[in-house]
């Protein structure tokens, strides 16, 4: 197994919540596409938070400063962090106010809004996977990468038994 498989089992999670979000968008019919808006903000509630603290605190923390080709890599993802939780919190916001009155936002706002969210999200996962974890692979010793496994193994342990 690989040492960071909770957090790509994650991301797989994310990008199977992401897809089924825009294959509804193909969709002409309001009540679906909202419905399953409601499914995509469900399942950024359930995986987001967590999945981010996680990677912040076990694999960043551990790999900051010794990607030093990359100097930015990890602010950049962590200002991504920051940009998608703002937009998720405004979704959020948007969202009940469209579902209460509809003056505030339009519908079509509402799911570009959520769209952008998903691509967003989309960049980030698929930016980690290729560069973060790639890199986290070399230039971390073998004992390090252990240390993290057990880690992000107790991690998710706890967050399944939620
Ligand atoms: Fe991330
Ligand atoms: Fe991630």
């Not at 197994?1 to 797989?12: A, C, G, R, V, Y």
């Not at 968008?25 to 009540?31: A, D, I």
């Not at 209460?100 to 969210?117: F, V």
């Not at 010793?141 to 880690?151: G, L, R, V, W």
């Given at each position: 197994?690989?040492?960071?498989?909770?957090?790509?089992?994650?991301?797989?999670d994310i990008y199977e919540i992401i897809n089924k979000f825009k294959t509804a968008?193909?969709?002409?019919?309001?009540?679906t596409v909202m419905d399953e808006l409601r499914n995509f903000k469900k399942g950024l509630d359930r995986v987001l938070d967590s999945h981010f603290a996680t990677e912040e605190r076990i694999l960043f923390q551990k790999i900051e400063g010794k990607v030093t080709n990359e100097p930015d890599l990890i602010k950049n993802v962590l200002d991504e962090h920051k940009d998608i939780y703002k937009k998720k919190i405004l979704l959020d916001e948007l969202f009940d106010k469209y579902e209460?009155?509809?003056?505030?936002?339009?519908?079509?706002?509402?799911?570009?809004?959520?769209?952008?969210?998903a691509d967003t999200l989309y960049n980030h996962a698929y930016v980690e996977d290729m560069t973060i974890f790639a890199f986290a692979g070399i230039v971390l010793?073998?004992?390090?990468?252990?240390?993290?496994?057990?880690?992000l193994a107790k991690t998710s342990k706890k967050t399944k038994s939620k």
């Open positions: 197994m690989h040492e960071f498989q909770p957090l790509i089992d994650e991301h797989k968008l193909e969709s002409t019919n309001k009540f209460i009155k509809h003056t505030d936002i339009g519908y079509e706002a509402l799911i570009q809004l959520a769209s952008d969210l010793s073998d004992e390090e990468k252990q240390i993290i496994a057990k880690e």
